[in-house]
């Protein structure tokens, strides 16, 4: 390299990092002085994949590079990615737009970077392949952004590959039941028209309650009684005496002075974060948390700091932000819905306290799991009542359908009239939060259903482990079969279910790639039959695909 390529170069870096930046505030809202060259995309800025994958996809159709180019990719921090920008150019200066073309324009004269910045951002227009099946290689993360003037592009795209893997029978998304979800349930295969009656290890009704004559009479009861749904929101006659209740019985189960139903527990997380954090706040969240509290903290307009799923990492995070103004927030799942391993709640609390921060933990698969009485993580680690804010969805152990939040009255108060999810939505009818009461009742009273339930999880994971298979950290009764590779993850599922057995098969977005999973979900309901015959199923269906395992 010539002493002028390398001057060349020099300023071509300083104005790819000038763009680079530019192009990261325009994507993220992040203000240019928060944004330091050598910021790490995920844990200092908390930009999640996606939006990387936004920033990369407008810096190159800025740049006039294509968009399958694969220049930027890998690059974890913003100063890494300018320099990748500015190597792409290759001595070139960097992305002349068509306006410069011809009037001598170089890289780091200065004018560039106004250029670029004034150039609007061009989508280019591109013919999509669609390779047969058996050739595949593109997981779902390759439609999320496909920069196109055409909006539908990248929905084209993905239809024709979604067809593809489903008639392959690997997409086995969405089909529907025609019998109650108990330990087996009959699936419609709506691609074969075949009915088959499969062993079920895909359902979240840990405790069985879902079809408990008791809860169902109970919701037809207050049916009768109530009407078939609310007809506002709850500030403004939707609510019913049976949501004051539900939200008394929830307090008194996760030991807090009060508590606040949502709709759903996707809006719970969404709502309460978004209610409590503003653009001076900094939220810390777990990689690995749910997708709705992913999706709180970026409406929330908070800056995110993602934490790489480690206290180390957690307290590396909070500080780094010691010195920052605004509030603070920790999130975190109390069992890691794709992984099944529980946080460390005793260490988490403990920085908390340590960093002046508040701590949100979602149980939405710790309900009914941990603790003697079900209550979740808190009372699992003997630390009832002792967190900030608790989050449930009803969607699981509690068999209905909703969220809740307990805290402080006065923290609950505060959501009633902040929190939009619950301000501006409907909530549930109140037939399903009698079917919520009658199944809390339940849990309290028939503590054997948690014992059974540990008994499943012990005897499928010993017998799974036996096996050799990578249960990666589980501790509860999600037991994922770490694959890693989409394509065999995909292959073991669609084995799994020609052996008449049906578990989720995780792949991006509920993963991310690289990390494919199968996941087995336990319940109280399982028999000791059922459960030697689904490790049967795993094991014979790891030997006919070739996954690996390690005896
Ligand atoms: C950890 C976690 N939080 C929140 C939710 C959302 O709950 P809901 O289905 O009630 O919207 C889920 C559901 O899968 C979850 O696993």
């Not at 037809?220 to 506002?232: E, K, L, P």
């Not at 990578?470 to 084995?495: C, F, Y």
């Amino acid at each position: 390299m010539t002493d002028t390529q390398m001057t060349l170069q020099d300023t071509q870096f300083d104005d790819a990092l000038a763009l680079t930046l530019y192009v990261v505030q325009q994507q993220t809202g992040y203000p240019l002085d928060q944004l330091e060259a050598d910021a790490e995309f995920e844990t200092d800025l908390g930009i999640d994949s996606i939006v990387q994958l936004e920033i990369t996809a407008d810096l190159l159709a800025r740049c006039g590079l294509p968009s399958d180019s694969g220049k930027l990719s890998g690059a974890a921090s913003i100063d890494e990615m300018a320099r990748k920008l500015a190597r792409a150019f290759d001595g070139r200066p960097v992305a002349a737009p068509p306006a410069a073309k011809g009037q001598g324009k170089t890289a780091g004269d200065g004018e560039l970077l106004d250029m670029l910045l004034k150039t609007p951002h061009k989508a280019p227009k591109e013919t999509p392949t669609f390779p047969a099946p058996t050739t595949e290689t593109r997981t779902m993360r390759d439609f999320a952004d496909m920069p196109h003037r055409d909006l539908f592009h990248k929905v084209e795209a993905f239809d024709a590959f979604y067809k593809t893997q489903r008639d392959a029978g690997f997409y086995w998304y969405g089909m529907p039941l025609e019998s109650p979800c108990q330990n087996r349930a009959v699936i419609h295969d709506e691609v074969s028209g075949q009915r088959t009656e499969f062993l079920m290890f895909a359902s979240n009704n840990y405790l069985g309650l879902a079809n408990d004559p008791r809860v169902i009479e109970a919701i037809r009861d207050a049916a009768s009684r109530y009407g078939a749904t609310n007809t506002g929101c709850r500030l403004i006659g939707g609510s019913n005496v049976l949501h004051k209740e539900l939200e008394r019985k929830l307090a008194d189960l996760k030991g807090t002075e009060d508590s606040i139903v949502f709709p759903s527990g996707y809006s719970a997380n969404v709502g309460t974060i978004s209610a409590l954090m503003g653009s001076r706040d900094i939220v810390f969240t777990d990689a690995l948390n749910h997708m709705s509290i992913q999706d709180g903290c970026k409406l929330s307009g908070a800056s995110r700091r993602i934490y790489q799923h480690t206290t180390g990492a957690l307290e590396r995070a909070l500080e780094r932000s010691a010195d920052a103004d605004g509030g603070r927030l920790i999130v975190t799942d109390g069992v890691f819905s794709m992984h099944g391993d529980i946080v460390d709640l005793p260490r988490v609390v403990e920085l908390a306290r340590k960093y002046d921060a508040k701590v949100l933990v979602d149980d939405a698969h710790s309900t009914g799991v941990l603790g003697k009485t079900g209550s979740g993580t808190s009372e699992h680690f003997g630390m009832k009542g002792q967190i900030d804010l608790e989050l449930g969805t009803f969607s699981k152990t509690l068999a209905g359908v909703g969220g809740f939040v307990a805290a402080r009255a006065d923290v609950v108060e505060y959501l009633r009239f902040y929190a939009n999810s619950y301000v501006f939505a409907a909530t549930i009818p109140a037939h399903v939060a009698a079917g919520l009461i009658a199944s809390i009742d339940i849990m309290k009273s028939e503590p054997q259903r948690i014992e059974t339930l540990w008994r499943n999880i012990d005897h499928l994971k010993s017998e799974l482990l036996k096996a050799g298979f990578d249960l990666g950290e589980t501790q509860s009764a999600i037991l994922p079969i770490v694959i890693g590779d989409d394509r065999k993850t995909l292959e073991m599922g669609r084995a799994v279910r020609a052996r008449g057995m049906f578990c989720q098969t995780v792949v991006f977005p509920g993963v991310a790639v690289g990390d494919a999973r199968l996941r087995i979900s336990v319940t109280s309901e399982h028999t000791l039959e059922d459960l030697d015959l689904a490790a049967q199923i795993v094991i014979d269906s790891a030997e006919e695909v070739g996954v690996q395992t390690h005896v």
